[in-house]
């Protein structure tokens, strides 16, 4: 029997795979995918302590150069080995906690797509170079759903991206530089944005990461968003809700955003808790022009010896801060 990777999803397939080991009685179930890679077909594992793979056949010039190497590509949730059957060498990804099944099997998703994108390269290259790319993946990918004040940052930051598809369309989401550990949170042709969320109810302040998280890039205006949310049990908004709606918006390439979110910390295990997260209101708006007269840390002022810095600014009575815009130009009080 051999699966088309066309028909299902690998988390499908390897939910009916497991599912047909278990009927079964056996220890560990393989299925060919219909990929005909030059070197072999590939195929899913499934095995009874509840761990999944999927096997790429390689090339024995490969497969020399890999058994080299001085360390083998390997994480807490993912695991990479190689093994020799029926005259062919192959290389396996296996996952360790079935609960990232399905961030798991979007992986082996993009598995297939990218070994079907680069004939002439050896399967084992492609397999362990989309691996290292997907190792923030796996690290950020959990099964709990983040504290409410990371949810109240994700929100700001989601509305934003929602805001600026208005102006710019789908190309905001590239511009969305914050998951990837960017210095903002975006990055536009002509302007930088920071966002910064707050659930404090005596008072307005923000925490700054890094002596260059308010230090504008090169001549380009940086401004500074700041929402104030409170928790609701009825109407409100929530990150689930934001996340459909933006993946329904034509032009959005939801793969990028999927990846995105996931490096941010929402993985697919995650968002499918959508009645375990909070529901937010909007209590007040600001944005602030960020010049040399607002309160920050200055970089070039600071010891080369400090390594780490994070600090807060008060924003209390914000008309007052220098920078403090008289109107919203971005943000808008619509909840």
Same mark, same amino acid.
């Given at each position: 029997?051999?699966?088309?990777?066309?028909?299902?999803?690998?988390?499908?397939?390897?939910?009916?795979?497991?599912?047909?080991?278990?009927?079964?009685?056996?220890?560990?179930?393989?299925?060919?995918?219909?990929?005909?890679?030059? #070197?072999?077909?590939?195929?899913?594992?499934? +095995?009874? /302590?509840?761990?999944?793979?999927?096997?790429?056949?390689?090339?024995?010039?490969?497969?020399?150069?890999?058994?080299?190497?001085?360390?083998?590509?390997?994480?807490?949730? %993912?695991?990479?080995?190689?093994?020799?059957?029926?005259?062919?060498?192959? $290389?396996?990804?296996?996952? #360790?906690?079935?609960?990232?099944?399905?961030?798991?099997?979007?992986?082996?998703?993009?598995?297939?797509?990218?070994?079907? /994108?680069?004939?002439?390269?050896?399967?084992?290259?492609?397999?362990?170079?989309?691996?290292?790319?997907?190792?923030?993946?796996?690290?950020?990918?959990? #099964?709990?759903?983040?504290?409410?004040? %990371?949810?109240?940052?994700?929100?700001?930051?989601?509305?934003?991206?929602?805001?600026?598809?208005?102006?710019?369309?789908?190309?905001?989401?590239?511009?969305?530089?914050?998951?990837?550990?960017?210095?903002?949170?975006?990055?536009?042709?002509?302007?930088? $944005?920071?966002?910064?969320?707050?659930?404090?109810?005596?008072?307005?302040?923000? #925490?700054?990461?890094?002596?260059?998280?308010?230090?504008?890039?090169?001549?380009?205006?940086?401004?500074? $968003? %700041?929402?104030?949310?409170?928790?609701?049990? &009825?109407?409100?908004?929530?990150?689930?809700?934001?996340?459909?709606?933006?993946?329904?918006?034509?032009?959005?390439?939801?793969?990028?955003?999927?990846?995105?979110?996931?490096?941010?910390?929402?993985?697919?295990?995650?968002?499918?808790? &959508?009645?375990?997260?909070?529901?937010?209101?909007h209590v007040e708006?600001?944005?602030?022009?960020?010049?040399?007269?607002?309160?920050? %840390?200055?970089a070039e002022h600071?010891?080369?010896?400090?390594?780490?810095?994070?600090?807060?600014?008060?924003?209390?009575?914000?008309?007052?801060?220098?920078?403090?815009?008289? +109107?919203?130009?971005?943000?808008?009080?619509?909840?």
């Open positions: 029997m051999k699966i088309n990777p066309d028909q299902n999803t690998s988390l499908e397939q390897l939910k009916n795979l497991d599912a047909y080991r278990a009927s079964q009685r056996t220890p560990e179930e393989f299925f060919p995918i219909d990929l005909d890679l030059g #070197t072999g077909f590939p195929y899913l594992v499934a +095995s009874i /302590d509840h761990t999944y793979g999927v096997a790429v056949p390689v090339g024995r010039d490969w497969m020399d150069h890999y058994d080299q190497l001085p360390q083998k590509t390997t994480l807490k949730l %993912v695991s990479t080995s190689t093994f020799h059957r029926d005259g062919t060498d192959y $290389l396996q990804v296996t996952l #360790t906690d079935e609960n990232l099944l399905r961030t798991f099997g979007d992986f082996v998703d993009n598995l297939f797509e990218a070994l079907g /994108d680069n004939e002439g390269t050896d399967p084992g290259e492609v397999t362990v170079q989309l691996l290292t790319e997907s190792q923030r993946l796996f690290r950020a990918a959990g #099964t709990a759903v983040p504290s409410n004040e %990371v949810q109240a940052g994700l929100l700001l930051e989601l509305e934003t991206l929602r805001r600026l598809y208005d102006g710019i369309g789908a190309d905001a989401l590239r511009r969305w530089t914050g998951p990837d550990n960017e210095r903002h949170d975006f990055e536009l042709a002509d302007l930088s $944005l920071e966002c910064k969320a707050t659930l404090s109810r005596e008072n307005l302040a923000v #925490t700054i990461h890094g002596a260059h998280q308010l230090s504008p890039m090169g001549d380009k205006p940086l401004v500074l $968003l %700041v929402r104030k949310y409170e928790k609701t049990i &009825d109407g409100g908004l929530s990150v689930p809700d934001l996340i459909r709606e933006i993946s329904a918006l034509p032009g959005i390439d939801t793969e990028e955003f999927a990846r995105k979110l996931g490096e941010a910390g929402l993985s697919p295990e995650v968002l499918e808790k &959508d009645a375990e997260f909070t529901r937010f209101n708006s600001h944005e602030f022009d960020i010049t040399e007269a607002f309160p920050h %840390v200055e600071l010891s080369n010896r400090i390594n780490q810095v994070s600090y807060t600014v008060d924003l209390r009575d914000p008309s007052s801060i220098p920078g403090h815009r008289d +109107s919203l130009k971005i943000l808008k009080e619509d909840n």
